[in-house]
């Protein structure tokens, strides 16, 4: 990149940089007004599965991730609108193409009155992607900074990670390539500041209740394995004037059946979510309570691109055409999911939907075309699939489906294996596999981590396809200092890789849950299905 | 009989070993690691991650150093939970567990006896019937489907008790779950009992008891009971081992942090780790419990003697 290209992008970004100082004013979720509060402000919410851990690095779940945002407060933070907005940052700017400047708030404390400052970070940073620490997802958001690769790899000290405290209340941060989404990537869990002293004066056991030190809106108060975690509001927290609750349990049931009936009896406010199955029953029984938001995720069929049927593109197009989405959504999977004929979902940040020219033809014309790639390719009727998903009723559910439209279709035969989910992941990542069930649903809103499945070589594209033409053309679309035209790009790149049929989409992921109606604060709208608990408060009932 | 106890305790270590060996290789056989997951684990990461856990040494290496943890009493860090140690977890759920499944085990117990005996004493009158009628209920229908019948009725109907959860041993979130061990159990050890009883009041002792003129109550009480209590000790350990580990449907259902549920998770998240440490308390425990139905024994049948 030449001197002046450079000087181009700096000017861009200054201007952008004072959009930003705008957004970095409004924060808090507000509470209608005229809205009657309950005078017991206190919210259980089920929240799944067990958190594998409450220290920042160690997080690698939703549900972990979820309590974690509680507890702690990164630079930036997700809204109840799947908004970035400030978090500890009051305002950022981007000096250069890959110079990010976050100017922290005066007013941000640790839970022991402690000031937060711009040093926490680089600690906590620097501790995340230490191969010492050995975070499992560390070399996800490692990309994001300079050196951070190098870093969890070993081969650089912790000291060169691309982060840096210019005084105690400003953190300059600098990334590899322009990474305009940069603000949602530090607002993940990971990215938290952590406390220095507590870590090192209770070691492992520093996330235990009592010995905890956080920065979030709440504190850590109890903590039972496997049965909830309880959080009260934090006194010390710079915007707790804005937080209406005092104090939330977050169940650990995973059970489907388990959630609804705790909602039923009144032991928990908001579902998890719906066990399969249970969506058209439950809506019409409870229809205001009933939520049922599309997610920025997609669930799709993996292709194993270099197995020897399917490394022709004829037969993954065949494969592809010939299942019937709207089907599939309104009658088999039946819970307001929505049918996906690309990689890109509804609301994704930096990229337009797609869609295959074949998805409006009907369906006789599409099965028509299908057998004649088919016969092209060489393929017979009776020809055998392999079909591998992990054992769920509803995953079942929809192999048996998707067989039965290649069977009856196309006249293929499908050998189904169920397996452990650990054993399917193994077996994907591995290439073990024919045709693979698969999902993806994203940590922060931005078109890179759905492009990252079709690029070539990336550690999530378990579908080993290449697209060199495409991934020039996610290169270019980074380099951009224009949104639109990063955009255009993008959506080009995706065009481009989902022609080659890497993948089967199929469906845009919803979350249908019941959430009782004094709960106040839930947005159908949030795509990115995180929810902080002092975006909620509770009407009087 | 002292040195039998010893005996017997001292079988526990190598049973024990083997138990750990073979749950060991199985364990390591089994296909899909720890550190599998849906966002692929970087290989400089994993090979962190098998260097803090021992997983980058021979499978033999591995299995000393966890012996030689084990021997100091030390059952490992736990893959899945990050923040707790196995020995942590375990000491969190097993009191859980001992506290739901012994209590429901002692009820099931007196109740399952006196069951027994009201049926073996009016044995194919109405009372018989009836009371094995409502006995055998909770043989019949699984827990899965009696679990949600008490929940449905008790929490949800009549909203008397909470569906599920914990807090800190707090008796209303224990009813429930208490009860629906209960009622599995229960009619196992009342029909036991029942026949059990039948055969022993049959016995020529008893006859001659009778022919003594002594009451019926002190006919059963004194001279029948004891012989009868035999079949029912010999079921005893098994059910209260599965009360108290293997609850996985009830802890599931009710949402307890109980064992069963670190079990299945466990198996499922391939923490190794944890999985051990809790078949070795299982083993430990059966081991235990085995050892008190055999002095059980002694003490109901004179004829054993250690």
């Not at chain 2, 707790?84 to 001992?98: G, M, Q, T």
């Not at chain 2, 009371?131 to 449905?152: K, R, W």
């Not at chain 2, 609850?247 to 009710?254: D, G, H, K, R, Y």
Request: proline share 5%; aromatic share 10%; hydrophobic share 45%.
């Amino acid at each position: 990149m030449n001197l002046r290209h450079m000087q181009s992008i700096a000017r861009t970004f200054l201007t952008f940089a004072l959009a930003a100082g705008a957004l970095a004013s409004a924060c808090a979720a507000t509470i209608p007004a005229g809205t009657v509060l309950s005078p017991r402000q206190e919210f259980v919410r089920n929240n799944g599965a067990e958190p594998e851990s409450l220290d920042p690095a160690l997080i690698e779940s939703v549900n972990a991730a979820e309590i974690g945002r509680d507890l702690f407060e990164g630079l930036t933070s997700t809204d109840h609108h799947g908004t970035v907005v400030p978090g500890v940052a009051e305002s950022w700017k981007q000096t250069d193409a890959t110079t990010w400047v976050f100017k922290l708030r005066k007013t941000a404390t640790w839970s022991n009155g402690q000031p937060v400052t711009a040093d926490d970070f680089v600690y906590a940073w620097r501790r995340f992607l230490d191969p010492k620490t050995a975070a499992k997802i560390a070399s996800t958001y490692a990309v994001y900074l300079v050196n951070g690769l190098d870093v969890v790899n070993g081969k650089k000290p912790v000291t060169d990670l691309g982060v840096r405290a210019i005084d105690k209340l400003t953190l300059e941060i600098r990334t590899p390539n322009p990474v305009p989404f940069l603000p949602g990537v530090v607002a993940v869990a990971q990215y938290s500041p952590v406390p220095r002293a507590t870590i090192e004066k209770f070691g492992k056991d520093w996330t235990k209740p009592g010995n905890m030190v956080g920065n979030g809106a709440f504190v850590l108060k109890d903590w039972q394995v496997n049965s909830k975690v309880i959080v009260e509001k934090n006194p010390k927290y710079w915007d707790a004037a804005n937080v209406a609750l005092t104090r939330v349990t977050f169940l650990c049931v995973e059970d489907g059946n388990a959630d609804l009936k705790l909602y039923q009896s009144g032991e928990e406010d908001m579902m998890e979510q719906l066990s399969p199955g249970a969506y058209t029953a439950l809506k019409a029984r409870y229809p205001s309570e009933m939520h049922n938001g599309p997610l920025l995720g997609l669930r799709f069929y993996a292709l194993n691109n270099a197995d020897p049927l399917l490394k022709d593109i004829r037969v993954r197009k065949a494969l592809s055409m010939v299942i019937d989405r709207e089907i599939l959504s309104s009658k088999v999977t039946a819970d307001g999911q929505v049918p996906l004929y690309g990689l890109a979902v509804k609301g994704l940040a930096s990229i337009g939907q797609t869609r295959y020219d074949w998805a409006d033809w009907p369906m006789d014309k599409r099965v028509a075309e299908a057998r004649k790639l088919l016969a092209e390719a060489g393929v017979k009727p009776g020809t055998k699939l392999k079909f591998t998903y992990n054992n769920s009723d509803y995953h079942k559910k929809m192999a048996i489906f998707a067989a039965s439209e290649w069977k009856t279709k196309l006249g293929l035969d499908t050998e189904m294996d169920s397996l452990e989910f650990k054993v399917l992941i193994r077996k994907r990542h591995d290439g073990d596999f024919q045709i693979a069930r698969h999902g993806w649903v994203v940590t922060f809103n931005d078109a890179t981590l759905f492009l990252a499945l079709v690029q070539c070589g990336s550690e999530v594209n378990d579908d080993r396809s290449c697209n060199k033409k495409a991934d020039e053309l996610i290169a270019q679309g980074n380099l951009s200092t224009d949104p639109a035209r990063r955009e255009a790009l993008l959506t080009q790149a995706a065009k481009l890789a989902m022609d080659d049929y890497p993948l089967i989409p199929l469906l845009q992921y919803s979350v249908p849950r019941l959430v009782k109606p004094w709960v106040g604060g839930y947005d159908d709208a949030n795509g990115m299905d995180r929810y902080r608990s002092k975006d909620f408060w509770i009407v009087k009932h | 009989m002292w040195a039998y106890v010893l005996r017997r305790l001292l079988v526990t270590i190598p049973t024990v070993l083997a138990v750990v060996t073979i749950c060991y290789l199985m364990l390591h056989a089994t296909p899909g690691g720890p550190f599998d997951a849906e966002l692929k684990v970087s290989d400089a990461v994993l090979a962190n991650l098998q260097a803090k856990y021992h997983l980058d040494m021979p499978l033999w290496k591995q299995y000393l150093y966890y012996l030689n943890d084990l021997i100091h009493g030390d059952l490992g860090a736990s893959f899945r939970y990050a923040d707790w140690s196995v020995n942590d977890l375990v000491k969190r759920a097993l009191p859980v567990s001992l506290a739901i499944g012994g209590t429901a085990m002692v009820i099931a117990i007196v109740l399952g006896v006196g069951i027994g005996i009201v049926a073996a004493l009016r044995q194919n009158s109405a009372i018989d019937y009836i009371v094995m009628l409502f006995g055998n209920i909770g043989s019949v229908l699984p827990s899965f489907v009696l679990g949600p019948l008490l929940v449905l009725v008790f929490a949800i109907t009549l909203p008397w008790l909470p569906s599920g959860g914990w807090d800190d041993f707090a008796p209303r979130y224990m009813i429930l779950p208490i009860a629906l061990l209960t009622l599995i159990n229960v009619s196992t050890i009342g029909r036991i009992m029942r026949g059990s009883l039948i055969e022993v009041l049959s016995s020529n002792f008893i006859r001659t008891a009778r022919a003594k003129g002594l009451p019926t109550r002190v006919v059963v009480m004194r001279h029948a009971l004891r012989p009868a209590l035999l079949p029912v000790v010999s079921v005893i350990g098994p059910l209260a081992i599965s009360s108290i580990t293997s609850a996985i449907v009830t802890e599931s259902w009710f949402s307890i942090p109980g064992l069963g549920r670190l079990i299945v998770n466990g198996a499922s998240d391939r923490d190794y780790t944890l999985v051990l440490g809790l078949v070795i308390l299982v083993t430990v425990l059966a081991v235990f419990l085995n050892l008190i139905v055999d002095l059980a024994y002694a003490w109901l049948d004179p004829k054993i003697r250690y």
